[in-house]
């Protein structure tokens, strides 16, 4: 990276890092002081696509965001994904009753394989080709798996909000109203930087070379 680049990019990535630190902390105290309890379950489910929207918008519609992410390494992109593991609360919260099993298990579960499949190919060790391969096969599962969820909750928050009472609390508050947005968005991400290879201008940083 060039001293102008990164002249520029530095304020970007401070504020980026504000931006995401001010919005987890805005999500968590929505779900910690009860914030979503009266918010009617069709606003619950627009909240989620207009956060994924402002998201995607600033990741791809903004060119000094869009060029502070092809310096970030895939891997930190792809760490960001072991959040998904907390949706084992999934599981819990459909058994007291408060999310469904259409919705509860098989978004539960994939969330979990997701997030312990992203771990395991940032910590495996694999030569570069093979790793890339992997990322963009886990990437397409994780997309797959997290719209499918998305549409479910979506669905369900118009048609029988009922449904969607569990993720008016903690922890499962904290996916339509920070991680969802946050992970489709990344998802996109990772598939526009594997497109180009690494250590190039405008491709992901490279990794740090094997000893």
């Not at 909240?47 to 992410?69: E, M, Y």
């Not at 549409?151 to 996916?175: E, K, N």
């Amino acid at each position: 990276m060039t001293a102008a680049l990164a002249a520029i990019l530095n304020p970007v990535r401070t504020l980026i890092r504000f931006v995401l630190w001010t919005w987890f902390l805005a999500a968590l105290a929505a779900g910690r002081f009860g914030l979503l309890q009266t918010l009617p379950a069709p606003a619950l489910s627009g909240l989620l696509l207009g956060l994924t929207a402002l998201v995607l918008g600033a990741c791809f519609g903004i060119p000094s965001v869009r060029a502070w992410l092809r310096t970030v390494d895939l891997r930190v992109l792809i760490l960001l994904h072991v959040s998904r593991l907390i949706a084992y609360a999934f599981l819990i919260f459909f058994r007291r009753g408060w999310l469904p099993d259409a919705l509860a298990v098989p978004g539960g579960w994939g969330e979990v394989l997701v997030g312990a499949l992203a771990l395991a190919i940032v910590v495996l060790p694999m030569r570069a080709p093979l790793q890339r391969h992997a990322f963009v096969i886990w990437n397409t599962i994780g997309l797959f798996n997290v719209l499918l969820l998305s549409a479910t909750f979506v669905r369900l928050g118009f048609v029988q909000p009922w449904q969607i009472t569990g993720f008016r609390l903690l922890p499962c508050s904290m996916f339509p109203t920070f991680l969802i947005p946050l992970i489709i968005a990344t998802h996109l991400v990772i598939y526009d930087l594997s497109r180009v290879p690494p250590g190039t201008p405008d491709g992901p940083a490279a990794p740090p070379a094997e000893a």
